[in-house]
């Protein structure tokens, strides 16, 4: 079964500082990842997805986010925060196949961008 | 294109009542998911349904039913609610063949009281 492991419930960075949101997956084969967004009481929103098309994975609202397979990595960052940014931010794992459209997410980590 | 929409927005339910959540897709979409969010247990999938067929389903009681109609347009259901069903109930609504990506709706604020 495939799991996600995002380090670090809390992240806090100044404005203009780089972003970087840490997300580990497990799968027995590389499945697509996807990166969300949710601001309080919203729903989520896609910031980005991979889907083996290519590795460095450019998003929405600058962030971007690298597949690394010998790592079983796919980080999040932003080179420079913003204070809209601050929201919480959930990796996101589903199966080629077999597994429909189910979603397994992390646990989430809140970004907090300070002036 | 609308996105996708989900009915009521809060909900406030006394212990052993039951409470139904309505979801409408984006037009097209024939697949409905279904999340609970709760800050403990987080984001967890209930079940998914495709063509009016459930296509998967979490690990959640029978308490948890959901359905799909013909115009993709998706209900959940959930009985003899308990304190602890209270949540964010987010619908998310994808495209079929191939790779798709979720789209979510507003979500639904379900307070058991």
């Known amino acids: 079964a495939q799991s996600v492991t995002q380090l670090g419930s809390h992240v806090s960075v100044s404005e203009g500082a780089l972003v970087l949101l840490r997300c580990n997956y497990s799968?027995?084969?590389?499945?697509?990842l996807f990166w969300y967004v949710q601001y309080p009481n919203q729903g989520l929103q896609l910031l980005l997805k991979y889907t083996s098309a290519a590795t460095l994975v450019k998003g929405i609202n600058g962030f971007e986010a690298e597949f690394k397979k010998s790592e079983t990595s796919f980080h999040l960052t932003k080179p420079s925060a913003h204070m809209s940014d601050a929201a919480e931010y959930f990796c996101?794992?589903?199966?080629?196949?077999?597994?429909?459209?189910?979603?397994?997410f992390g646990t989430g980590t809140q970004l907090k961008v300070e002036l | 294109k609308a996105g996708v929409t989900q009915t009521p927005r809060y909900l406030i339910k006394t212990r052993g009542q039951q409470v139904t959540l309505s979801c409408s897709p984006i037009?097209?979409?024939?697949?409905v998911s279904w999340y609970q969010q709760t800050p403990g247990q987080g984001l967890q999938f209930l079940f998914e349904y495709f063509s009016e067929t459930q296509r998967n389903k979490g690990n959640f009681p029978g308490r948890f039913s959901g359905r799909q109609f013909s115009n993709s347009r998706s209900e959940m259901n959930v009985s003899t609610l308990e304190l602890g069903d209270s949540a964010l109930y987010l619908c998310a609504s994808s495209n079929t063949g191939g790779f798709t990506e979720a789209f979510f709706g507003q979500g639904t604020r379900l307070t058991v009281v």
């Open positions: 996101a794992v589903r199966l080629l196949t077999g597994g429909g459209n189910k979603l397994t």
């Open positions: 799968s027995s084969v590389p499945p697509y």
């Open positions: 037009s097209g979409h024939r697949s």
